[in-house]
Nanobody, 116 residues
Framework: QVQLVESGGGLVQAGGSLRLSCVSS????????AKWYRQAPGKQRELVAS???????HYADSVRGRFTISRDNGKKTTYLQMNSLVPEDTAAYYC??????????WGQGTQVTVSS
């Protein structure tokens, strides 16, 4: 049974920071890519950051330099450190893992709200 459990969202003022966590189970996490998506009301889902099984990272242009994705294979956890937050970062954030077979599994989402 594959499960991803996210935490760390909340309300923060512009310029502040949050750290999102996503703990996985039921998969061989070290073999899978981990990703963070976000979706704001009325907008399409956006890939924010990803990290491969070999620790290569990729970022959306809108967050590069402010967000950092990481992973701890021993804890089967991926993190998204978000610094210098702006109101445009307000969205529901979702963790996902992609298995070696190409299947995506999703967390339940955690809300991030950035006030000005």
């Amino acid at each position: 049974q594959v499960q991803l459990v996210e935490s760390g969202g909340g309300l923060v003022q512009a310029g502040g920071s949050l750290r999102l966590s996503c703990v996985s189970s039921g998969i061989i996490f070290r073999l899978n890519a981990a990703k963070w998506y976000r979706q704001a009301p009325g907008k399409q889902r956006e890939l924010v950051a990803s990290i491969t099984a070999t620790f290569d990272t990729h970022y959306a242009d809108s967050v590069r330099g402010r967000f950092t994705i990481s992973r701890d294979n021993g804890k089967k956890t991926t993190y998204l450190q978000m610094n210098s937050l702006v109101p445009e970062d307000t969205a529901a954030y979702y963790c996902a893992v992609e298995t070696t077979g190409g299947t995506h599994y999703w967390g339940q989402g955690t809300q991030v709200t950035v006030s000005s």
